[in-house]
T-cell receptor, first 112, second 115 residues
């Protein structure tokens, strides 16, 4: 059951511009949404999260937006830097869940 | 080290053999998770431990897969009679406690190749 979907396998952005990564989910019971960043041959690292009671969370260059009615969240990176090039996974869970559901990832390439 | 450690980093074995993968979580983390990432796919949940107990084994693909955790620390994932479709990167993660708002700390994974 693919409860979390990332429909764009890849994204290419010019350095300095905005990167927008999207994620859709199907289960309205999710309470928390997280974004992870993964470099090749390394494990994912936590980037930013948002609770379902909020619609925006910002941390430096990274902002996550949540639209519960559309069951959609997005990660904005501004300005994008070459070091941001990685695979980004969104994940969802909740107080009534024992596990996290991950999307299939979006590979971001930031061109110098 | 301070992070989650997994061993081996790479494992190549013949079909039909058993393999054992190890995870050393961050000290003091009570929650431990195993995931599998097949080529081009997302992270597939396998099993979750709270302490030494596994409240959720629902993600284990078949009875060839088993996992245990001892002393609330090290965990091993065992795959018996390996098949080619078991080839994947197996990732372990830990967090201080279990909860949907608890970011997980991942190891670098074990890349398993079944010939």
């Amino acid at each position: 059951d693919q409860q979390v979907k990332q429909n764009s396998p890849s994204l290419s952005v010019q350095e300095g511009r905005i990167s927008i990564l999207n994620c859709d989910y199907t289960n309205s019971m999710f309470d928390y949404f997280l974004w992870y960043k993964k470099y090749p041959a390394e494990g994912p690292t936590f980037l930013i999260s948002i609770s379902s009671i909020k619609d925006k969370n910002e941390d430096g260059r990274f902002t996550v937006f949540l639209n519960k009615s559309a069951k959609h969240l997005s990660l904005h990176i501004v300005p994008s830097q070459p070091g941001d090039s990685a695979v980004y996974f969104c994940a969802a869970s909740g107080n009534n869940f024992n596990k996290f559901y991950f999307g299939s990832g979006t590979k971001l390439n930031v061109k110098p | 080290g301070a992070g989650v450690s997994q061993s081996p980093s790479n494992k190549v074995t013949e079909k039909g053999k058993d393999v054992e993968l190890r995870c050393d979580p961050i000290s003091g983390h009570t929650a431990l998770y195993w995931y599998r990432q097949s080529l081009g796919q997302g992270l597939e949940f396998l099993i979750y431990f709270q302490g030494n107990s596994a409240p959720d084994k629902s993600g284990l693909p078949s009875d060839r897969f088993s996992a245990e955790r001892t002393g609330g620390s090290v965990s091993t994932l065992t795959i018996q009679r390996t098949q080619q479709e078991d080839s994947a990167v197996y990732l372990c993660a830990s967090s201080p406690t279990h909860g949907g708002n608890q970011p997980q700390h991942f190891g670098d994974g074990t890349r398993l190749s079944i010939l």
